[in-house]
């Protein structure tokens, strides 16, 4: 099969590397929920040999992903696994999750499902690290953004881009403790949480 591609990931994984990396310096596994295309965990995989990158989406995008994984031929890559936040989580050892892009995407149950889900997986002092747009206090942080929102909304009213606030009380709700906001390029932000 064609390995599907996505131009954004080419554009922001060494942005978000230099954010992850000294914030997995000590972990061993790493969960990424909705791997998408897959590209973004050839590189940190490549790019961070001392963990294994376990990547993860629904059913339908695991053959596109084993297509990067299987071409990079990487000995730190997991085989695939599905998980849809919303079903059975399967039973995987990590203590650290990366997400990017994902929670404009998700319906807000499922982004109600994602924290609770990493929160029940992650042991004490795991860390979640989820990238992507996010608005503060009810605000767009660009009109890029706004414009962004929009055009979510008008393909599937149910997503789009979702408040720090309500995020961080989810977090709170999974006995996930809020550490730190990185500002990352093209107005996206990476936020870091640690189990308590
Ligand atoms: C915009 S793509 C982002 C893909 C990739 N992480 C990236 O940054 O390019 C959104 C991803 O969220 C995943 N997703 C949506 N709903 C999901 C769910 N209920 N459970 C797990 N993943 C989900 C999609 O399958 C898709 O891979």
Same mark, same amino acid.
């Given at each position: 099969m064609n390995k599907p591609y996505s131009e954004s990931c080419d554009q922001n994984r060494e942005p978000i590397l230099e954010v992850i990396q000294p914030l997995l310096n000590s972990s061993k596994k790493v969960l990424?929920? %909705?791997s998408g295309t897959g590209q973004h965990a050839v590189y940190f995989a490549e790019q961070l040999p001392n963990l294994i990158w376990q990547c993860s989406d629904? $059913? =339908?995008y695991l053959p596109g992903i084993r297509s990067w994984t299987m071409a990079a031929q990487c000995a730190n890559i997991a085989e695939p696994v599905e998980l849809d936040v919303t079903g059975h989580w399967p039973n995987l050892a990590v203590? $650290?999750?990366f997400s990017a892009n994902t929670t404009h995407i998700m319906h807000w149950h499922m982004v109600e499902a994602l924290f609770a889900g990493v929160? =029940? #997986?992650l042991p004490s002092a795991g860390r979640f690290l989820?990238? %992507?747009p996010f608005n503060y206090n009810g605000c767009y942080s660009s009109e890029s953004n706004a414009r962004f929102d929009a055009?979510?909304? $008008?393909r599937d009213p149910q997503s789009g881009i979702r408040g720090?606030? $309500?995020l961080e009380m989810l977090g709170r709700k999974a006995g996930l403790e809020f550490v730190e906001n990185f500002t990352m390029p093209a107005n996206n =932000? #990476? #936020?870091?949480w640690r189990k308590q």
């Open positions: 990424e929920i %909705g629904c $059913a =339908q203590d $650290a999750v929160g =029940q #997986l989820l990238y %992507g055009w979510l909304k $008008a720090f606030e $309500a =932000q #990476l #936020l870091y």
